[in-house]
């Protein structure tokens, strides 16, 4: 398929792409990980104040990230763009996940969007490694979920130390 510039109408058309685009955050012509990224955090501050615990969202995350391999993969494909910047929902999902497994609180929450943009914008090793070696749909989602890790990680040693 050829290569296409997605635009708002393209993605109201295309439900699967409008999702794989974070509901239209993706289209931003800047940093557009960036704007899938903050587009979690009123989703999951909804979320938190409908009672979903962190728990139930981890399970959700689990769904989304599994729901998210096709998202991705079919969006790729119909833009006819390898791992394209303004797929976004990777990124979604991801964040979503490291928020259900931190305090409901303004000071990890945004320590988690800094540290989880810095690990997914520069991909150190391994997330650099996966980032390379699969492709599609599962290879869109993965990089960001072990970013997500990475992030648990550092701010489990933030936790501890403090």
Request: with cysteine; charged share 15%; hydrophobic share 60%.
């Amino acid at each position: 398929m050829a290569e296409r510039k997605p635009t708002f109408s393209w993605l109201l058309h295309k439900p699967l792409c409008f999702l794989g685009f974070g509901f239209g955050s993706g289209l931003s012509p800047v940093a557009p990980g960036t704007a899938g990224t903050l587009a979690a955090l009123p989703l999951a501050f909804v979320l938190c104040l409908l009672g979903i615990d962190g728990w139930i969202l981890l399970l959700l995350c689990i769904a989304l990230f599994f729901w998210g391999i096709r998202i991705c993969g079919y969006t790729e494909r119909e833009l006819g763009i390898q791992d394209y910047g303004g797929i976004v929902w990777d990124e979604i999902v991801a964040m979503l996940l490291v928020l259900s497994l931190i305090p409901f609180k303004w000071s990890w929450w945004l320590a988690a969007f800094v540290i989880f943009r810095l690990f997914d914008a520069l991909k150190p090793w391994p997330i650099k490694w996966f980032d390379r070696r699969i492709h599609g749909g599962l290879g869109i989602m993965l990089d960001d979920l072990i970013a997500a890790a990475m992030t648990l990680m550092v701010l489990g040693l933030f936790y501890w130390i403090a």
